[in-house]
C-alpha cells in the first residue's frame, strides 16, 4: 500500500514539474506577444505623432494664405470706398 502511494506521489510530482515547464512556456509566449504589440503600438504612435505634426503645418499654411486673401479684400474694400466718397466711382446695378 505504501509502495502504491509512494508511485503515485511520483507521477504526482511529474506532472507538477510537467505542468511548471509548460507554465513557464506559456508565460514567455505571452511576454513576448506583449512585447510585440508594445512594439507595434509604439510605432503606430509615432507614426500618429508624424502626421499630427504634419497637418498642423498643412493647416498653419492654409490660415496664413486665408489671412493673406482675407488683407488683400480689406484693401480692396477700403479702396472702393475711398473711391465712393471721392465720387469717382459710381455703381449702378441696372
Do not use: C, W
Not at 8 to 15: A, N
Not at 35 to 56: G, S
Not at 71 to 93: H, M, N, Q, T, Y
Amino acid at each position: 500500500m505504501e509502495a502504491l502511494i509512494q508511485e503515485i506521489l511520483v507521477r504526482l510530482e511529474r506532472m507538477e514539474s510537467g505542468m511548471n515547464e509548460k507554465l513557464a512556456v506559456l508565460r514567455q509566449e505571452m511576454n513576448d506577444r506583449f512585447d510585440h504589440l508594445y512594439r507595434k503600438l509604439d510605432e503606430y504612435q509615432a507614426e500618429n505623432i508624424a502626421a499630427d505634426e504634419k497637418l498642423l503645418t498643412l493647416i498653419g499654411v492654409t490660415n496664413d494664405r486665408l489671412d493673406y486673401q482675407l488683407s488683400r479684400v480689406v484693401k480692396s474694400e477700403e479702396e472702393i470706398f475711398l473711391l465712393k466718397r471721392a465720387g469717382k466711382l459710381r455703381f449702378d446695378p441696372t
